[in-house]
């Protein structure tokens, strides 16, 4: 295993752990938006995920004391993050119980003409059926599929993340790499040229099923990081990874650090975390 670099959060966390609420605050805002990105992943519900990067950064915070330094912040922050996304209630999404087998019979149902409507309605149809899509993975070889295909973890730091060995996360991934190639292969027209979807095709279905609102774009109008100049690029490529990487940096709802301030200051426990974030 590489020799751990220096950690640049290292120093936040040793003022937090002294009492430094304003170290608390940065901590918080450094580590939401990419928590925020698997929590989106792994509950395929913008609400769900806010309402799950809360609670995990709540945790962190509340374990800080715990934290050894035996591998980074982020890293640490990752796995806290796992254990609570196997083991929460099922989101909006998971509830559906789809599979491959039934998501693929609902994608060809109802395709039809756009009928004019706008490039908006196709991208927002194309960001939240491939976040469905995920949901046809269980939990673990979803965790698997994102940390290696999605944000490129290494292997060896992915297992860990896991809480597995190593060899047991290359199964797991290899699984998940295979079921998803192979159903973006035959279904999905953003990989495969030849598969008979098209976000278009869906755009009419989406609003009778009542899966889009007229004007309302909870993916595509995210708040998101600068787009990435290599993702259209990733998206000509026609691969299944690139698909799910296609998707824009999502930045964590701006509410979000103040509700976990609000929750560590209720906390009679530690009474210097109320005044995380003032100034």
Not at 138 to 147: M, P, W
Not at 216 to 244: G, I, N, Q, S, Y
């Amino acid at each position: 295993m590489p020799a751990l670099r220096a950690d640049p959060l290292q120093p936040l966390v040793d003022k937090a752990r002294a009492g430094d609420a304003i170290a608390v605050e940065a901590l918080v805002r450094d580590l939401a938006d990419p928590l925020y990105r698997l929590a989106l992943r792994m509950t395929a519900n913008p609400a769900d995920a806010e309402d799950a990067t809360q609670e995990i950064l709540v945790k962190v915070v509340t374990h800080l004391a715990s934290f050894r330094g035996e591998a980074s912040v982020r890293t640490w922050a990752w796995q806290i993050a796992v254990r609570h996304l196997l083991d929460i209630k099922k989101s909006r999404v998971e509830a559906l119980s789809l599979d491959f087998e039934r998501f693929g019979a609902d994608l060809l149902e109802g395709l039809a003409d756009a009928g004019g409507e706008g490039r908006e309605e196709a991208e927002e149809v194309k960001l939240g059926c491939s976040l469905a899509m995920l949901t046809c993975l269980d939990r673990e070889h979803r965790v698997a599929f994102l940390l290696g295909e999605v944000f490129d973890v290494p292997n060896y730091l992915a297992a860990d993340i896991a809480g597995t060995t190593e060899p047991t996360y290359r199964q797991r991934l290899s699984r998940a790499q295979r079921k998803v190639e192979a159903f973006t292969r035959a279904y999905c027209g953003v990989v495969n040229e030849q598969a008979p979807c098209r976000c278009d095709l869906r755009i009419a279905r989406a609003f009778e099923l009542g899966r889009l609102a007229r004007g309302t774009f909870p993916l595509a109008r995210h708040a998101r990081e600068e787009a990435a100049k290599h993702v259209k690029e990733m998206e000509a490529l026609h691969d299944a990874a690139r698909l799910f990487r296609s998707h824009p940096e999502y930045r964590a709802p701006e509410a979000l650090a103040r509700r976990v301030r609000e929750i560590l200051g209720s906390r009679g426990d530690k009474p210097w975390l109320a005044s995380v974030g003032k100034t």
